[in-house]
Structures are given as structure tokens and as C-alpha cells.
């Protein structure tokens, strides 16, 4: 296992709400990035947090948000559900998000489902 | 925007069989392509991370080839085992994100 831990593993909202998933990283790990895969696609890239600040983002609107705390765990925020936000939610440490070629590790996931 | 495929979807493989499946992208600048095998209800393992053109990586059975000028990534696995199915993702790294592809299926039968 990669040592990168997510909770919840699953969770049921409805249409409207707010959600906010966690994401705990690896020892010694500084970035974390969020991605969204819905069925039968590829991950697709939300955000990247280095050091506490968001170090680049993906097309997706600003009702996603997070943070990350200075022991480098993070979250991730969804206001005003939708049902096309339905989607497994992958979190993933690196040792660097300054670096290139940099191995991500990443957690299980949180399956959302939006009712 | 960069668009990675994945080829074939899904596979069947008889055990003890060798395979590989491709992974495509566009030919322009981008830092890096890394390949994860992932098997249900885990965590994506990271396999291989490329960057030059030529490059080749080897890890057991399972190896990598990577060429930037033609836009291919070769994933080849020797002496199929059960323990090997999984879905097989590529990413290429680029301003610091993965894109990734959609994946294709490995099933081993015994």
C-alpha cells in the first residue's frame, strides 16, 4: 500500500448539497492532488496543493475547492452538488510538487454518489 | 488541450501468455509519461515513470518503452499471471497534472 489514506471510502448526498472528502498523505510527502474519475474514464486533474498553496488547477469550476494543512493532509470541497458530480474521487502525495517526473501515490479513493 | 489514448480497451490473456497494449498521445512537449496498473477496490500502483525518447523500463515481467516522436507508449507484460489482471493506466505529465487515459483492462483466464 502507498500509505496515502482517504475517508470516507463512500458516501451518498443529494442534489444541492455540500461535501468535503479528506485526504491524508504520505510521511514526509509536501503535494497532494485531487482528481475526479467517473465510470469507464481516466482520471481527470481538479487541483494541486504545494506547501499549503494551490499550485495549479484543471477545468473545473470554482465551487470545487480545498486546502492543505501544515502537516500536509488535505480536503477537498464540493458546494451545490450535482448529479454529474457522481464519481469515484482520488487523492495522490508526492514528495514535490516543485519537481518534474515525480512519482504520485496515491490513496483508494472516495466513491461519491449524488442523489 | 492534450488527449491520451488507450489501446485496446479491455484484453483477454491466457495465462502464461505474453502481451502488450499502447498508449497514444500527441508528439509536443510534455515532461514526463508514467504508466499505473490498477486492480479493483485498491489504490493506483505507480509502475514506471519515462521521460526520454528511447527510454525503456523494466520491473519483474513487466516492461515499458517510450517513444516521443512517433507519440507511443509500449506496455509489455511477459509469462501472464493471474496476480497481473488489473487496469492498466498511462498519464502524461504536463504543468504539473496527469492526463490520464481512459485505461485498458487486463483478465488473465487460468
Redesign the interface.
Known sequence: ??G?TQSPTHLIKTRGQQVTLRCSSQSGHNTV?W?QQAL??????IF?YYREEE??R?NFPPRFSGLQFPNYSSELNVNALELDDSALY?CASSYS?SR??????????TRLLVL | ILNVEQSPQSLHVQEGDSTNFTCSFPSSNFYALHWYRWETAKSPEALFVMTLNGDEKKKGRISATLNTKEGYSYLYIKGSQPEDSATYLCALESNYQLIWGAGTKLIIKP
Open positions: 500500500e502507498t496515502v492532488s482528481y469507464g474514464q481516466g482520471p481527470q486533474f494541486q499550485n495549479g484543471g482520488l510538487g518534474l517526473a515525480e512519482t504520485q501515490y496515491f490513496g483508494p479513493g
